[in-house]
């Protein structure tokens, strides 16, 4: 085709195909024949952002500093961004950036008028790991999906970790944070849960076991500074600054590479929870919030077959809620067909063909191109840096001619800033007033041990102490869970022996020293490192709405076969996206 069409006719192709009146982002010039034709500006409509997009291309080929270009953009049009920091370099946006001779004859080049700018950003740490304000979602509402994709378990353990959800959501029994699942669960396999085990039917000790187990391996990862109180609002992030602009929200993640996966993960609960709370906008002119999801192979690798589903699910959804969704990663192939599919917007960077799994990556990556008029798989591999081959839905619901474009360049500083400006704006930040100080309440940890006779719990709480009530009684707002106690006076320390205890069970290892069961409990079972505020403050959040009882025990209730359960469970995921649930705040 080349031969035929002059590069006049080329770049005028080009020059027509993003003749978009409608606002859009700039993301670049189109190269014709390794000329830059700085009059063909290829362009992205801000009302084609929730059509959703990917930034590939191999390492150090400039996908970073794409995505930071087009947060700029967005954020002087109003629109908000979320964008997980992997490497810290997009601390660079609060700095204005450095005009040196290079910079502007490469701006120039692509007909850009550069001038240095920083943004309003808010820097958010996972649990307080990292710089920023300290972000925490509660167990309930991480939901057991999510929750099985963190600890890596497999389809039958998160199918029971469902069934123990399910079963503390009919026993009203909060799970704010990890001790609070753990305390369920190994009441569950103590002696006196047994009976209410069995009943639950599709629950194994075994399985139980190996999800006390990988809730201690959060623990020791530290994730137990994620899960709690107070919880992170994602309406959070769709603010605006004072001027107008969109707020930047950079989750800051300087340990990511030992946990990708909460990451990944903890960015699929943000979007579950997003989509729970925002209303239907259709097509708007401009998207409410834009979403990068980088180093997105880290969420797919392993995934359950259901996990995918929500994933693809929830991509092809929320878009009708104007967020748009950017995948970042090295190789298209990395994100499954059914995602890849809905990913309108592609900016692809250059590609490496040095093995034979490269050359096949190479080959499905050109064949999900429209046809056009360069030689993709050789434009691919010779792109330079900051270069990229763009496809994009035009303002017209279109796609776009492919261009091979020269990259814009962001007005903020590429690279990180000083760490004394990064902790100066972390400190200035409202969010950090409102989520610093973990707090905690009466949950399912405190109500198993304050369940125990009289005297046994410092921790008790008022409302929690009428035990009484036996296990065959229908659960009641606000009630005890009566003769479902755990062994009397138990403590952390007392889960955490049983913990291990079950684990040396299922291991086949020998028997840890049994805990002591009349050690006295400590006068709060919440870890030293939180404060502990007063109840009242802790539950300025209303409650988690207790579940209705429905009709008859809980024996009546589920007693039935796993299958029926699980039904029933499947439809409430379906309700919310991933099973996430949250109160509602608003
Ligand atoms: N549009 C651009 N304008 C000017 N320089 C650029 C541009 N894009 C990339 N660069 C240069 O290339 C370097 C590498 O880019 P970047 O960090 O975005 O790569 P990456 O693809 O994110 O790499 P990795 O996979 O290792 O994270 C940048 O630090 C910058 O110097
Ligand atoms: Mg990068």
Redesign the pocket.
Known sequence: MSATKSAEERVATIRDGYAIDAPALTIGAAVVDGTTYADAQVKLPLGMMNRHGLVA?A????????LQ?MAEQLCAAGVPVFLADI?G?LTGLITPGEGNEK?LA?TASVGMDWTAANYPVEFLALGGDGKGAPVRATVTSFGPLLLSRVMDLNETQESSLQLIFHYADQRGLLLDDLKDLRAVITHLTSDEGKPELKELGGLSSATAGVILRGLINLEAQGLDQFFGLPEFDSAELLRQAPDGRGVITCLELPTLLQKPLLTSTFMMWLLADLFAELPEVGDADKPKLVFFLDEAHLLFNGASKAFLQQIATTVRLIRSKGIGLFFVT?NPTDVPGEVLGQLANRVQ?ALRAFTPEDAKALKATVSTYPVSDYDLAEVLTTLG??EAVVTVMNDKGAPSPVAWTK???PRSR??ASEASAVDAAVAASALLQQYGTATDRESAFERLSAAAPAGASGASVPDAAGAGSTASQAPSTGGSVGGALPAPGQSQADIDAEARRIEAEILGLPAPAAPAPSAPAPSSPAPSSRSRKKADDALSLPPTKAPAPRGGGLGDQIGKAAVNVLQTLGNEIVRGMFGTSRRKRR
């Open positions: 291309g390492t150090g080929t400039g996908k970073t500093i794409t270009l490497k370099d910079l490469r090295q960077h840096t900051g990259l814009w360049s590429m690279g």
